[in-house]
Nanobody, 130 residues
């Protein structure tokens, strides 16, 4: 059974840093584009970042320069490194994939496309508070 398992969520102070991990189970992440979405209370789920199977990346404007996405195929894991965290970054972060082999990230009108996502992780909570 395909599973995406996120970890690394925590409570951090504004300006702090955090690294989230997305590990694949019964699923080789390196073949696919892997995205990070996030959802704050009362808001729609939005795409934060994505890495294609070819290493191309996407970041939403509000996280550019602060977030980095990478993958370690040997560990079958994708990482989201976040620095200079702001209150507006607080959300549940979800790892997700369309599970299309050798694919780039699907971006429509500047935003990560949600409707073709096939697998979601369970989410990991990021809280930003002093």
């Amino acid at each position: 059974q395909v599973q995406l398992v996120e970890s690394g969520g925590a409570l951090v102070q504004p300006g702090g840093s955090l690294t989230l991990s997305c590990a694949g189970s019964e699923f080789t992440l390196g073949y696919y584009a892997i995205a990070w979405f996030r959802q704050a209370p009362g808001k729609e789920r939005e795409g934060a970042s994505c890495i294609g199977s070819d290493g191309t990346t996407y970041f939403r404007d509000s996280v550019k320069g602060r977030f980095t996405i990478s993958r370690d195929n040997a560990k079958n894991t994708v990482y989201l490194q976040m620095k200079d965290l702001k209150h507006e970054d607080a959300a549940v972060y979800y790892c997700a994939t369309e599970a299309m082999p050798r694919a780039r990230c699907t971006v429509v009108q500047g935003s990560l496309y949600r409707k073709t996502i096939r697998y979601w992780g369970q989410g990991t909570q990021v809280a930003v508070s002093s």
